[in-house]
Nanobody, 125 residues
């Protein structure tokens, strides 16, 4: 069992920045990758970014490339999402997800085993 907890959401003006954190815990935690997804009101949950846990390789959705940066701290079992140049369309609940062993495509929700409860990000215009 893996517990996943997000933090760092909030209200920010367009053009501003936020940093999300995700803490994963559990006996002998390990992962193939961790990712961030988001869900805006009335829309489906969508992939934002992910990071390969061992190599540190990163992948981004086109909509956030160049503005968001994903990183991880293996010693702390933590993952981060630095969000810059935020836009109103970035408003959503952001979810942290863990893929313990490779289960499929990085942007596919079903590839991830464990999910946090989400943290709200609101960008005002």
């Amino acid at each position: 069992q893996v517990d996943v907890v997000e933090s760092g959401g909030g209200l920010v003006q367009a053009g501003g920045s936020l940093r999300l954190s995700c803490a994963a815990s559990g006996r002998t935690f390990n992962a193939y990758r961790m990712g961030w997804f988001r869900q805006a009101p009335g829309k489906e949950r969508e992939f934002v970014a992910c990071i390969n846990w061992s190599s540190g390789n990163t992948y981004y959705a086109d909509s956030v490339k160049g503005r968001f940066t994903i990183s991880r701290d293996i010693a702390k079992n933590a993952m981060y999402l630095e969000m810059n140049s935020l836009k109103p369309e970035d408003t959503a609940i952001y979810y942290c997800a863990v893929d313990r062993t490779y289960r499929g495509a990085r942007s596919y929700i079903g590839s991830y085993d464990y999910w946090g409860q989400g943290t709200q990000v609101t960008v005002s215009s």
